[in-house]
Structures are given as C-alpha cells and as structure tokens.
C-alpha cells in the first residue's frame, strides 16, 4: 500500500497515514510443490490502537483490502481472532507489543497453523489454495511489523536471571525483544551494533548464558565492556577490551588470551563466568571452558556485538540447552549404511572401510527422542 514504508532491507514495515487499512505482501511464493510446508515469523513491533492483521493470502489479492476478507487469504488479528472471507471467530488470547508470531503452512494437509512465541496455538484454517504469499495488513498509523524467515529465540517464562538487554543502550539497528532476544535488522548505523546487559557488575560472582540464535561469520561478540563505548563502533576498539569473538579468539582486559578457543556457531551456547572479586572471566561453549582471562576494571557490563543482518542472539537458561542436548539423538533410520550407530543413538561413526565414493563420508540425520542415560555433555559432543 502507497502509506506503508519499508525499511532499507525490506524486512521492517510501518504505516505512515492514518485512515484506511494498508497490506504489505511478502516476497516469497508458496507454491505447494516441493516444499511441502514452509513457516515464516513476523514480530509485531507496534501495534497501535486497530491492530493487525497477519497471515497469507494470493498474490494477486487487493492491497486495498484487509487480508482475511473475502477472496483475501486467511489471517490472524492481533486481538486473537482468526478471520477469513471477511469473517472472523475466537481462536486465541490478545496479542502485545513484542510478540512473534509464526505462519506455519502445510500443502500436504492444506492447512494454516500459528504459534506465539514459540508456543503453537493450533491449526487454525484448513482448505487452503496455493499459491500463496506472506501477507500482513497495518490498520493504525505508526504501527510496525518485522518479518523473519528464521525463527526468533525466545524465552517464554523459563528464563528467571535478573540480566536483560537495555534498550536504552543500544545500536540504532538492533531489535530487541522483552530484553531477551537482539536482533540485527539492518547496517544503516555501520558494520557493528552493540547492546549492553542492564546489570553494572562491580562485586560478586555472576554466570549468564548467551545462544547463539543466528550468526553469518566470525564477527559476534560475546564479554564485558566498560562504559562510554560508541554502540554502533567495532567493539575492537573499546577500552579493556574482553570478548569471546565467533571465529574462537578470546581476549581479556586488551589481551590475548588465545586465539585457538573452539569457534561457536548457531545452535551452540556461550557461558560467561565472572568474578569481580578476582578482577576474573572465564567463557565457556556448551559447557566446556575456552579461555581465562584475569585484570578486568572495577566495573563492566555485559555486552554482545553482531556484525551482520540477522545475526541473532539469546539470554538463556543453561537447563533448558542441557535438557535439548540431553535428548538429541542420531536416527537409526535415516542414516547412510555406512554409518554405524550405538544402539542408544548417542553415537555415529563411520564403519571400516565403508566411506562414500562420492564424499568420503557417511551421513546421519539427527532426532529428538527421549533421554534415557549418558551425560549431557556427552550428547551434545555427538550431536
């Protein structure tokens, strides 16, 4: 719609003008074939007083329209209501500001199921007709959306630690959500965005965990900074410097504490460990030490610093990564012949003499089933 404005990647959309109510399309067609199920995430920024509408609808449907009115798709509104063909019913609680909400499309079973942070609130159309495009209608003026085609980690309640992310020192192109999750949306600020934690630590022992939601290359940080830092500079430049960078470089107070830490990626998750009686940190990938580092200043505050769009970072409750790797497993049936698999799936190895022609190697797909022996630690070195 002519008042709707997009940010300078695409992703982020927000009503310029009051009055009617205006429809952004995705770019993304979801045809049935090939493909049969697709999701996509959209965080509702600002909702405003009429809310929105978000769901899918054809790509040749009116962005004059609401999407859910008739011939317009099928949509959920941020009060709960799920509407199609200009009709709408009860199908969830209220919707706010922060929210995501993931659009899950099944071709096979021609249906359309939501979840809200994470949680799936159920199927909630059925008959649907591809093709199909990602479609959200903005009914209030400075209402804004953001759309992912990623999942956004979130922390629904299980996280308890005082640690958030202050929005109030931040880099202009960070997306922050419940001070849990940040986001990079854009490079409209510069190559790196920082976010410092909402905790100034000057006494005691402190241990938080960060997971890695998303990272593109070797340019997340991960540590403790000092006050004053420009949030939209390289945080290399920053005084005392302390990070655990993605590619496995570790630096405490300005020194090189190794260069040779395991590099972590997405999926994994980072531990700091901080004394601030013994001036001490200690950084940790999926429970096993990298690197220790002592002369850190009086005070720091916890700090992460992504480097490209989509990069994307979570506090974290280290039982909840224990309980996941404590239940992923290798599938007997979905592996090559040549792998050779316990009987329990917590291990995969190649058989003698069995390699691949092709690679060299052989194949294992990963699922979760439950836990019934071996250390966490164990489990997460297979997977």
């Excluded at 995501?100 to 021609?110: Q, S």
């Excluded at 996941?324 to 012949?337: D, F, I, Q, V, Y």
Aim: hydrophobic share 40%.
């Amino acid at each position: 719609a002519p008042d709707v404005e997009l940010s300078s990647n695409c992703l982020t959309a927000s009503k310029a003008g009051g009055g009617h109510a205006s429809t952004v399309r995705g770019t993304i067609l979801y045809t049935g074939l090939g493909a049969r199920s697709a999701e996509f995430h959209v965080i509702l920024d600002a909702m405003g007083p009429d809310g929105v509408w978000v769901g899918v609808s054809p790509p040749d449907a009116d962005i004059s329209r609401t999407v859910g009115d008739d011939g317009c798709g099928w949509a959920l509104h941020s009060d709960g209501d799920k509407r199609v063909g200009g009709r709408e019913e009860e199908y969830a609680s209220p919707f706010k500001n922060g929210d995501v909400l993931t659009v899950m499309l099944d071709a096979d079973a021609g249906t359309v199921a939501f979840a809200r942070n994470g949680r799936h609130l159920g199927i909630a159309f059925s008959g649907l007709r591809f093709p199909l495009v990602a479609a959200v209608t903005l009914a209030s003026e400075e209402s804004k959306v953001t759309i992912q085609n990623r999942p956004t980690v979130l922390n629904t309640g299980e996280y308890s630690g005082e640690l958030r992310w202050d929005e109030s020192r931040a880099g202009r192109d960070l997306h922050i959500i419940s001070g849990l999750t940040v986001t990079k949306m854009s490079n409209d600020g510069g190559d790196y965005a920082t976010v410092l934690g909402s905790l100034q630590l000057s006494s005691g022992q402190h241990v938080w965990n960060v997971y890695i939601n998303h990272v593109e290359d070797s340019n997340l940080f991960i540590g403790v900074s000092v006050g004053g830092h420009d949030l939209n500079a390289d945080p290399q430049e920053m005084r005392h410097r302390t990070y655990y960078l993605s590619n496995g470089t570790i630096r405490v107070a300005g020194k090189l504490v190794t260069r040779c830490a395991e590099p972590y990626a997405e999926g994994d998750l980072v531990t700091i460990q901080l004394d601030m009686e013994q001036r001490r940190i200690e950084f940790l990938k999926n429970g096993s030490s990298q690197g220790v580092g002592d002369g850190l200043p009086d005070e720091v505050w916890p700090y992460v610093s992504l480097d490209n769009v989509m990069d994307s970072v979570a506090l974290h409750s280290s039982s909840m990564f224990i309980d996941l790797a404590r239940s992923l497993r290798w599938h007997a049936t979905k592996s090559a012949r040549a792998a050779h698999l316990t009987s329990d799936g917590a291990f995969a190895a190649l058989r003698p003499a069995a390699t691949s022609t092709a690679s060299g190697s052989a194949a294992a797909a990963a699922a979760r089933t439950s836990w019934s022996g071996g250390s966490a630690s164990e489990s997460a070195q297979s997977a």
